[in-house]
């Protein structure tokens, strides 16, 4: 039987997220970036569009939370500019202007059509192969109930899949948020958790999750990292324990006796 060819990857941009990913995210395809406000989900999101910036890939910066300054002095806090990412800063407002200043009010759907529209006419401009969405809580709020924003991923993911997009969704979760996210969990390829706690003694600590790899034999489990200026995030993966397990093995001392070795499974064990 020929040997099945391993699939595509691209990387992250993160050191240690690749490690863990096994060379990188699976191409084509839509994760999400789970965690708290402050957790690394921007940073991590821009160190992403940077490889693809320095790969000579298209990339495209799509937020709704955010402002286009916030995400320079973010960049800037790292030593980093944002040349070669293409940032389309939208609104979801409930209300557009006429030129007598008068407002209108706008339904939930026709916001959700706006916004779409609005997307998908950047992406088909510019053609990007990775694009980052700033967030899902924007349209979480919007559509006010799960099957909507369901089928309404539905459309988006299908829309990228035809476009050949490699595309991180951020989910800002906070502690007191429902988890409506997890049905939406299934339609993501991937999923990457950010979690920040406050120790009881010492600082914050920041800690990393694949949850979820479709096709690839993730290292499971959470990983500390941590976010450093001018490198951004920085991951350290975790001993696995086969790895621990192979590298504890005792080394055998023979006595030159080969029947008193053969007694000792081979030689007595060194310490």
């Known amino acids: 039987m020929p040997k099945q060819k391993k699939p595509a990857v691209v990387s992250t941009g993160i050191v240690g997220l690749d490690e863990i990913l096994r060379g990188g995210l ?3 395809n839509l994760y999400m970036l789970q965690g708290a406000p402050g957790s690394g989900k921007t940073t991590a999101a821009l160190q992403f569009l940077r490889a693809g910036v320095e790969a000579g890939e298209n990339c495209i910066y799509v937020t709704l939370s955010q402002t286009a300054a916030e995400l320079k002095a973010i960049a ?13 800063e939208l609104s979801t407002s409930g209300t557009v202007s006429e030129a007598d200043d008068q407002s209108i009010f706008l339904t939930a759907d026709l916001r959700l059509d706006q916004t779409r529209k609005a997307i998908e006419a950047a992406i088909e401009e510019h053609k990007p192969r990775r694009l980052v969405y700033d967030s899902l809580l924007e349209i979480r709020l919007i559509t006010g109930d799960s099957p909507r924003f369901r089928r309404e991923l539905i459309g988006f993911k299908s829309f990228l899949a035809e476009r050949n997009v490699v595309a991180l969704l951020l989910d800002t979760q906070t502690a007191g948020s429902d988890r409506s ?3 939406v969990e299934g ?7 950010f979690d ?8 914050v600590r920041r800690r990393i999750e694949v949850s979820k790899m479709r096709g690839v034999p993730i290292a499971d489990g ?3 990292m941590a976010i450093r200026e001018g490198e951004g995030v920085v991951v350290f993966p975790r001993i696995m324990p086969s790895t621990a397990a192979e590298s504890a093995k005792p080394q055998l001392i023979k006595s030159g006796v080969a029947e008193l070795d ?3 499974g081979g030689g007595q064990e060194s310490g």
């Open 262 to 264: 053969e007694m000792f």
């Open 222 to 224: 959470y990983h500390d």
């Open 187 to 193: 339609l993501a390829h991937g999923v990457i958790r």
């Open 26 to 28: 699976p191409a084509s």
């Open 181 to 183: 996210g997890e049905e």
């Open 196 to 203: 920040k706690s406050l120790e009881e003694y010492g600082g």
């Open 76 to 88: 800037l806090s790292h030593g980093w500019t944002l040349d070669g990412i293409r940032v389309e």
